[in-house]
């Protein structure tokens, strides 16, 4: 309960920085892991995504995860797409995607 509490007073934070600056890539990222966790995945989606979009490398790789293992709802699998996006994060020197692209044979 106190996790869920402090994801929302969070999520109000994030919002507010939002409105004052919509294209903050990183505070979109983070938007899309309080809805992840909140369970709204399609709400997640969109944020990863455009913070992806905006070259945002932890939001790439959430965005690659999730189109490589086809595991976002209403979005269809597509490994190629997914490498794809894991790849620019891994550009960045993102940790994670580096690993994934290592464990992967990639």
């Given at each position: 309960a106190l996790r869920r509490n402090r994801l929302h007073g969070a999520a109000r934070e994030v919002d507010e920085v939002l409105l004052i600056s919509?294209?903050?890539?990183?505070?979109l990222g983070y938007r899309g892991w309080i809805a992840e966790h909140h369970g709204r995945h399609d709400d997640a989606w969109a944020?990863?995504?455009?913070?992806?979009?905006m070259g945002n490398a932890w939001s790439q790789y959430?965005?690659?995860l999730r189109l490589h293992k086809g595991t976002q709802p209403n979005v269809a699998r597509n490994e190629a797409k997914g490498l794809a996006w894991i790849r620019r994060a891994a550009a960045q020197h993102?940790?994670?995607a580096i690993?994934?692209?290592?464990?992967?044979?990639r």
């Open positions: 919509p294209d903050d890539e990183s505070m944020d990863y995504l455009r913070a992806a979009e959430r965005v690659g993102h940790d994670k690993q994934y692209l290592k464990a992967t044979g």
